[in-house]
């Protein structure tokens, strides 16, 4: 079964510095993908970054990259210039593996509450 | 386009009321999901549509009814719930075939039974 680990419960940041919020995850599934979601207060789940099992390059967005390590099987996401917004709540998912489309269930870490620091 | 909308943002029933939480998206994707949140803990699936048909029903009681009308729209119906069912409710839209098949959530129902 697919698994997704978040060893950390919560962090604290200082403003303007990067932070580093682990995942390691578990599939015998040589396809898959990774994600992470970002949940504020508001309670809405915004889409940060995607990395395929396949994908030779680290993927990255903005301020967010992911540090994909597969022989590891971790996929941590690091939040560059940690700014004030950036408090929330992080998530870790992997797609549970479907032989006829995307529309398998997303499989979710416990999460990481990140507070950044002024 | 990202978004996803849900309404209502916050609703309060009892438990003999009927009510129906409303989600809607024009991405053009074809399969659309509900999620549940509890405070503090990540979202559990409920179901999955994919081109209008019901494609995954994660043994959820039968007191919730999915209805997906059409491609843009999917509703949650609600009927004789418990308190427990007090929740965060996530409705999320992906492509079928297409690409990584990223899950877009709306920003959620807050339901509370009394």
């Known amino acids: 079964a697919q698994k997704i680990t978040q060893t950390q419960p919560g962090m604290f940041v200082q403003e303007k510095e990067a932070v580093t919020l682990d995942c390691t995850y578990d599939?015998?599934?040589?396809?898959?993908?990774l994600f992470w979601y970002k949940q504020p207060s508001s309670g809405e789940m915004i889409f940060l970054i995607y990395?395929?099992?396949?994908?030779?390059q680290n993927a990255t967005e903005g301020r967010y990259s992911l540090n994909f390590q597969k022989a590891r099987k971790s996929a941590n996401l690091v939040i560059s210039a940690s700014q004030l917004g950036d408090s929330a709540m992080y998530f870790c998912?992997?797609?549970?593996?479907?032989?006829?489309?995307?529309?398998?269930?997303?499989?979710f870490g416990q999460g990481t509450t990140l507070q950044v620091k002024p | 386009d990202t978004e996803v909308t849900q309404t209502p943002k916050h609703l309060v029933m009892g438990m003999t009321n009927k009510k129906s939480l409303k989600c809607e998206q024009h991405?053009?994707?074809?399969?659309m999901y509900w999620y549940k949140q509890k405070a503090k803990k990540p979202p559990e699936l409920m179901f999955v549509y994919s081109y209008e048909k019901l494609s995954i029903n994660e043994s959820v009681p039968s007191r919730f009814s999915p209805e997906c009308p059409n491609s843009s729209l999917l509703n949650l119906h609600l009927h004789a719930l418990q308190p427990e069912d007090s929740a965060l409710y996530l409705c999320?839209?992906?492509?079928?075939?297409?690409?990584?098949?990223?899950?877009?959530f709306g920003p959620g129902t807050r339901l509370l039974v009394l």
């Open positions: 599939t015998s599934d040589q396809s898959y993908g």
């Open positions: 990395q395929g099992s396949y994908d030779e």
């Open positions: 991405m053009g994707h074809r399969a």
């Open positions: 998912a992997m797609r549970e593996t479907s032989r006829s489309s995307n529309t398998g269930k997303l499989i």
């Open positions: 999320a839209s992906s492509q079928v075939s297409v690409g990584h098949g990223t899950q877009y």
